[in-house]
């Protein structure tokens, strides 16, 4: 029996064993096993495995069976073969099963909005698509191809581990054709004034030069659109010895943007061993970097003074301190919303939103 498939092939229903037409022959010619193993000079128990489908029909038993039951050798090799081929149309029939329903986890849309897959309603087509995207015979072996801790946060109930490995594997596979130099740490924490000069530029035309400073230190610097459900800011990455900064846009907030670079940094300086990083994925290290980063755009010391001298609730004064420590005024006055010294409604206009696709767009 077999079932018509959407695209014309036939797939059957059940894999019959070529063991069946022996055993068929074998009652005709009035055998039992024991006979016709001695005859085909094969042991009673290799004769029972081949009539149970649990041994293949080789070409040596085939030219034997030619001789004891006919009719020939190829007759027999070809229903070994149609019965190899219906078992491995079943298995995979059972895996695109499985894989359809992983595909509910996987942001396609967003995917091919992106250009990142073929755009397809057919659902055995993104399955397809999918599985050339991660470069995998089956979507049950995604997770299993990545080491990465996924971040829980109390506040958010649900993350996407899938969209999660989707927006990593196309950071890896942007970035893996791009070259840069061995990666050096000591150069890197050297360019942290640099950076942090940089918040007062726009990001826009900035970024370029910011991937050519990040390249010299032996990291990829690259933007990939956030993703639903992953609650990704950005990542730091190791892959064959490629160092992979790569960072979302999260929230389209311009501060939150930069402390998030300045984060993933931290994790390249401070924490060694080729460990990739996803924000929040693991609570010491990501409390640790993020003290780090608040300290890279504005110290401890310098937050504090101008706690203790200014009325920071007054945005010329947010304004006028940050052009004194060089620092955009929307990274000041972000640290005072984190902190709770003022609430999130609070001078709007220093904030500057931004769309990374259009950041991508002009880099490209």
Same mark, same amino acid.
């Given at each position: 029996m077999v079932n018509k498939k959407d695209n014309n092939d036939f797939m059957p229903t059940v894999a019959i064993p070529p063991g069946e037409t022996v055993k068929e022959n074998m009652e005709f010619l009035g055998m039992n096993q024991k006979e016709l193993a001695a005859r085909l000079d094969i042991t009673p128990k290799h004769l029972s495995n081949i009539i149970n489908g649990n041994a293949p029909i080789t070409y040596d038993t085939a030219l034997k069976l030619e001789s004891v039951i006919g009719p020939s050798a190829q007759f027999w090799m070809n229903l070994e073969t149609n019965y190899q081929l219906d078992k491995a149309r079943l298995e995979e029939q059972d895996k695109m099963e499985q894989? &359809?329903?992983? =595909?509910?986890?996987?942001?396609?849309?967003?995917? *091919? %909005?992106?250009?990142?897959?073929?755009?397809?309603t057919d659902r055995v087509e993104r399955v397809i698509n999918c599985?050339?995207?991660? @470069?995998?015979? %089956? =979507? @049950? *072996?995604?997770? $299993? *191809?990545? *080491?990465v801790a996924f971040r829980k946060h109390k506040e958010i109930k649900e993350i996407s581990d899938l969209g999660v490995l989707t927006w990593i594997r196309r950071a890896e596979m942007e970035a893996l054709s791009i070259d840069v130099d061995n990666f050096n740490k000591r150069k890197l924490k050297a360019l942290i004034p640099t950076f942090r000069e940089m918040t007062r530029k726009d990001l826009n035309e900035v970024f370029p030069e910011m991937q050519r400073l990040c390249a010299e230190c032996g990291v990829v610097l690259i933007l990939i659109p956030y993703l639903p459900k992953t609650y990704i800011c950005g990542a730091t990455i190791w892959k064959n010895d490629k160092v992979i900064l790569a960072l979302s846009g999260m929230g389209k907030r311009a501060d939150g943007f930069w402390f998030t670079l300045f984060h993933e940094m931290a994790h390249l300086i401070n924490h060694s061993g080729k460990q990739s990083h996803i924000s929040y994925d693991n609570e010491n290290e990501e409390d640790e970097a993020d003290l780090e980063a608040r300290n890279y755009l504005i110290s401890e010391e310098q937050y504090k003074f101008f706690i203790n001298n200014y009325d920071y609730r007054v945005k010329d004064n947010i304004v006028k301190y940050s052009e004194e420590i060089g620092i955009a005024p929307f990274i000041l006055l972000g640290? &005072?919303?984190? %902190? @709770? =010294?003022? @609430?999130?409604?609070? $001078?709007?206009?220093?904030?500057?939103?931004?769309?990374i696709t259009g950041i991508i767009e002009k880099t490209q």
């Open positions: 894989d &359809l329903n992983l =595909l509910k986890e996987i942001p396609y849309k967003e995917m *091919s %909005e992106f250009g990142w897959v073929p755009e397809t599985r050339r995207f991660f @470069g995998v015979a %089956e =979507l @049950g *072996s995604i997770q $299993h *191809s990545y *080491s640290r &005072l919303q984190y %902190e @709770g =010294l003022l @609430g999130y409604q609070n $001078h709007r206009d220093l904030l500057i939103p931004f769309e």
